[in-house]
């Protein structure tokens, strides 16, 4: 299913919500990683990027406004996110790549974890639900 609120044409999660938590469109989280963190006005990020700056204006104000992969990766760098980031698939800046080993994890919810017939967003909302954590 295509969602409305990608900026690309592919197929991402079925709704519009950066998560359940913060309820961020992604025209909301560019527009707050502009204003409130660096506090520019869109002369300005035209200027530090390079993008017209009619076209940030857009992706701020229309869900619908495709955004070209070159000025994704511009915006991602500039902003020093994660694109997954800015299409609000994560509330992670960035992807720390943990080695498998360092997570102890048996053979057995490795597969699990890889496996292609489990829903990777599932088994993250499970595992980061406040009910499935406990102390050892």
Known sequence: MTSPYCFLPITCFPHFLCTMHTRLTIPERLKDLRVAE?????????????????????????????MSLGNLLTLADFY?????????????????????????????????????????????????HESFHYKV
């Open 38 to 66: 660096k506090r520019m006005s869109l002369q300005e990020l035209s200027d530090a990027t390079g993008i017209p700056s009619s076209t940030p204006g857009n992706y701020e104000k229309d869900e619908n406004v495709d």
């Open 80 to 128: 020093q996110v994660s694109t997954d980031y800015l299409l609000c698939r994560t509330e992670l800046r960035e992807h720390t790549n943990k080695s498998v080993s360092h997570l102890h994890l048996n053979d057995d919810a490795v597969q699990i974890l890889t496996d292609e017939k489990y829903n990777p967003r599932l088994l993250s909302e499970l595992l980061s």
